[in-house]
Nanobody
């Protein structure tokens, strides 16, 4: 069974920084794309950034120049460094991974997995 566990959320003042981490565990064969999404109060979930296994990245326009996504393939972990945080960045941040794993019975399968979410609050 695959699990994604996030950490690093919290309360920060405007202009501050936070670093989110997400570690994938289980019978993983390989991880293709890893990403971060967020859902603010009363809003739909939106893509923040994603990164391929080879290191290619994509960012939402609203976070370009402030957030940096990275990953450690050896640790099956993705990070999101968030700088110059703004109140509008307040949201629950979710980790996502498109990965291949061994399912029950030992057969490989590719699927999409989500973490449980971590709250980020930007407020003075």
């Amino acid at each position: 069974q695959v699990q994604l566990v996030e950490s690093g959320g919290g309360l920060v003042q405007p202009g501050g920084s936070l670093r989110l981490s997400c570690a994938a565990s289980g019978r993983i064969i390989s991880i293709n794309v890893m990403g971060w999404y967020r859902q603010g109060p009363g809003k739909q979930r939106e893509l923040v950034a994603h990164i391929t296994r080879g290191g290619n990245t994509n960012y939402a326009d609203s976070v370009k120049g402030r957030f940096t996504i990275s990953r450690d393939n050896a640790k099956n972990t993705v990070y999101l460094q968030m700088n110059n945080l703004k109140p509008e960045d307040t949201a629950v941040y979710y980790c996502n991974a498109d990965l291949s794993s061994f399912a029950l019975g030992g057969l490989p399968r590719r699927s999409d997995y989500w973490g449980q979410g971590t709250q980020v609050t930007v407020s003075s």
